[in-house]
Each structure stands twice: as structure tokens, then as C-alpha cells.
């Protein structure tokens, strides 16, 4: 164990005081290091229970909400999940822990980057990283058990829903650039999707074909 061991069991505490149950869950965050995936000037900060700066304007979600979206996946361990988002890639990390195959999608090329080399450094072997618009899934690794959006959309990209495999949770934020509503969509054996709203959050917005425009800021 490194030297931020007793930070993160305290995150993990943190965690389940606030509702999170799923075993499998918090032991991945208790043995993914969070300080290698944020910049180095904030890395006495990576283990509180918040949103971190990563670059490019982006950000490292909070622990909380990555953990939740974690839970709502129910991840076997036998599954391919697609991440559309990787930013630090510190919740493909957690996916990792929990799944079979991950395959995740950033358009930033240099967080992408960042990501496949931290994840590597860390040794996981089971991350595939792709730059590009990641509303278009990625369709050679489809159908996908889990897919998880890290980024907030007006609505569930069309490609996602067809690339979720029958009985796939598709997990995602769903709302305006500032404000949305985790969402978790179940894809029924007729195509269909049953949907449940989760909490309120706020991620920064998913940019692409089947998002949101771009613009300047971003
Ligand atoms: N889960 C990440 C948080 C990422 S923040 C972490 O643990 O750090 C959301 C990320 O989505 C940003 O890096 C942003 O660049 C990326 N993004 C936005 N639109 C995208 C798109 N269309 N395809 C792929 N990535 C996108």
C-alpha cells in the first residue's frame, strides 16, 4: 500500500456513510490510487469527496457520483463496458477493478493521452483508449453489458442506445449544460428502455455529433 492508503479507507468511509453499499465497488476505491490521476499541484486534495480541475477545462468527477454510476452498473466481472469520457481516467480505473473489458472514448486528445499512460503506469490490462467522439460508441467492441457517459447530454445518444446489448444499463447525466439528473436506462428485450432517474448532478458538457455543439469555451 502507498502512503495515501489511510486517506483513501477514509474516502471509503466517507462513501458508505453517504449510501454507498456495493462491496465490489468500494474496494475498487480503496485500491485505485486517485492521486496519480489528478495534477500533481492538487494531489493533497485528490481523496476528499469532490470534483477536481484535470486540465483542458475539464474535470475528475466526484468520488461520490463515480461511485454511484459504479453501483448502478452491476458489474459482474464477466462484462464489456464501454466509457464515453475517460478525462483523468481514474473511474476507467474503478471499471477495470470491476469488469472484464474496458473501452473508453475521449475526445481531448491530450487527457487521452495522459490517461493510457497513467493506467498503464498503474497496470491495468484491460483498457482499450480511443480519441474521438465518443457519442458515436465505438462499434467494432459493440454490444456493451454497461455504458457508462461521464459527460452531460440532452439525451441519450442514439449510437449508445443501439450499441447496449439486451438487458445493458446505460448509464448518464442527463439535463442542460449546467444541470442534470443521473439517469440509469435498462434496454428490454423488445429495444425498448426503462428509465429511472437517480440523483441530481453536474458534469461539463459531452461535445459531439450526438451532444452538444461545441464552442470556444470548450
Ligand atoms: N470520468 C472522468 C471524468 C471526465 S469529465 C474522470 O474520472 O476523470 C468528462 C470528459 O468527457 C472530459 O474529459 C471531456 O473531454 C470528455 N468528453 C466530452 N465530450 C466527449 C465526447 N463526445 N466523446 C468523448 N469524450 C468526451
Known sequence: MDSYGGYRSQLVGEL????????????????????????ESIRH???????LPIGGGQTISQPWVQARSLELAKLTGRDR????????????ALLAQCADQVFTVERIPALAQAA???LSATGARNISVLVGD????????APFEVIIVAAATPEAPQPLVEQLATGGRLILP????????????V??????????????VR??????????AGDLAT
Open 16 to 39: 458508505s456513510a453517504k449510501g454507498i453499499r456495493d462491496l465490489a465497488v468500494l474496494r475498487a476505491i480503496s485500491e485505485v490510487p486517485r492521486h496519480l490521476f489528478v495534477p
Open 174 to 185: 442527463i439535463g442542460d449544460r449546467v444541470n442534470q439528473v443521473l439517469t440509469l436506462m
Open 187 to 200: 434496454k428490454q428485450p423488445d429495444g425498448s428502455l426503462v428509465t429511472r432517474t437517480v440523483s441530481d
Open 81 to 92: 463496458v464501454l466509457e464515453v469520457g475517460t478525462g483523468s481516467g481514474y473511474q476507467t
Open 134 to 141: 465518443g457519442t458515436l460508441g465505438w462499434r467494432a467492441y
Open 116 to 118: 493510457r499512460a497513467v
Open 45 to 51: 486534495r485528490a481523496y476528499q469527496d469532490s470534483a
Open 203 to 212: 458534469f461539463v458538457p459531452l461535445i459531439g455529433q450526438f451532444g452538444f
